[in-house]
């Protein structure tokens, strides 16, 4: 169970965005694995994608979609990443946008292709294409939820978040769902996530909003260190309200710090849910000389395998930690004037143990599910927070037998 899970709140409809699900048998018999996501006419749409140079067919499809046309459609699978599976793949994705593109009348570049699950084997086009025309059947402004199940994969609960904000012309609605546990790393942190807003946006301005709300969530997180070959974040904005954010209006921040606290939900909602997690570990780096070493720093802790297995096993082995600091690759640091702190207690001061550390306030720290570890660079003004969790047993047993 995912750490300080309280349920799936109340997910807003978005009006001129509509959902419909199916069920293909992909990998599991009657586990609904196929969603389709409706765009009204006249949305805007905006798109982040995996860096992985092994990126999946869908990606490059959609990538290459989203730069011809404005999008009307999202067909997302699950229990198969259509990743690794060369020219084929390729063509599978394509044809599984001309499939739909025809089932609704439009054109197939309007169609955006997402996968996900195990790499390296044949898309079961067949089974997809056989549940489109139920998909669409179903398509309804209330199906968050049931989308939110429709992709997931390893996780073991849904992920979504809704936002009902007022700006000058009106009210709008924001409502996101993503999915992910495992294969979790930045440059799109496996995940999928799709947002929407009934928010009129021009497509410039919208990726602006992404690409600020990315850099402080999705790309802010980490359970495994591994970056996938089918990440995407994608925000939609139909118009429906006739609400307008513009880029030089005073509504511009209200509206885009409304998203990123949508994509920071969905990003935390990831790391509580990493495969075997029993632990949340939020890891901030503050005064340093600039953001990118804070990250770096931050990494580096977050990514240490010691650092991890020791927060499983509530042990305060703070030197796991101090050593992940020093090894970051951070030039001409004052070990001297660095401070490190685990919860509220002060571990590491003047290049060596606080004085007033003990192993009993450091015990109960761990043993919290939820821990901060602060790290003071004092050496500037910049900081960074990490999100991520530990390594379990579990862990190696849920990936050990993915594929079985």
């Known amino acids: 169970m995912a750490v300080g899970f309280a349920g799936l709140p109340q997910l807003f409809p978005v009006p ?5 699900i199916a069920s293909a048998g992909i990998k599991k018999p009657g586990r609904r694995d196929v969603v389709v996501m409706e765009l009204a006419v006249g949305s805007t749409c905006a798109g982040m994608f995996t860096r992985n140079a092994f990126c999946a067919a869908p990606v490059t499809v959609a990538k290459q979609h989203l730069a011809a046309v404005a999008p009307r459609y999202f067909l997302i699978n699950t229990g198969n990443a259509n990743a690794g599976t060369g020219k084929q793949g390729l063509a599978d994705a394509q044809q599984s946008c001309v499939e739909l593109a025809r089932l609704t009348g439009s054109a197939a570049t309007q169609v955006l292709p997402f996968s996900t699950g195990v790499i390296g084997e044949p898309l079961p086009l067949a089974k997809i294409t056989a549940v489109l025309p139920q998909a669409i059947t179903g398509l309804g402004e209330d199906n968050w ?8 994969t390893t996780d073991t609960v849904p992920k979504g978040c809704s936002r009902r904000i ?4 009106g009210e709008v609605v924001i409502t996101g769902i993503a999915k992910g546990s495992g294969m979790i790393r930045p440059d799109m942190a496996t995940m999928l ?3 929407a807003t009934d928010a009129k946006v021009a497509p410039e301005v919208l990726q602006r909003v992404l690409d600020a709300a990315v850099s402080r969530s999705f790309n802010r997180i980490t359970v495994d260190g591994d970056t996938s070959t089918n990440d995407a ?3 939609a904005a139909t118009g429906v309200s006739a609400v307008t954010v513009a880029a030089d209006a005073p509504d511009f921040t209200l509206f885009s710090q409304a998203v990123t606290e949508v994509c920071e939900f969905l990003a935390q909602a990831i790391v509580r849910d990493g495969e075997g997690a029993t632990k949340l570990i ?3 780096v503050v005064n340093g000389r600039d953001e ?3 990250a770096q720093v931050a990494f ?3 990514h240490s395998p010691l650092v991890k297995t020791a927060f499983f096993a509530s042990d305060p082995n703070w030197g796991r930690i101090l050593a992940a600091v020093g090894r970051a690759g951070v030039s001409q640091l004052d070990l001297d004037a660095i401070t490190i702190h685990l919860g509220d207690a002060c571990i590491v001061r003047e290049g060596g143990r606080a004085t007033d550390y003990t192993e009993a306030r450091g015990a109960a720290v761990m043993a919290q599910a939820e821990i901060n570890i602060r790290v003071d660079l004092a050496r500037g003004a910049a900081a960074a927070r990490v999100w991520t969790c530990d390594f379990s047993y579990d862990y190696v047993r849920i990936n050990a037998e993915y594929r079985s």
């Open 193 to 195: 996530s799709y947002i």
């Open 16 to 20: 001129g965005f509509r959902i419909g």
């Open 145 to 152: 939820v049931d989308a939110a199940h429709g992709i997931m």
């Open 233 to 235: 974040c994608m925000l």
């Open 300 to 302: 580096t802790i977050a």
């Open 282 to 284: 939020t890891i901030d």
């Open 292 to 294: 990118e070493e804070c």
């Open 166 to 169: 007022a700006l000058s012309g």
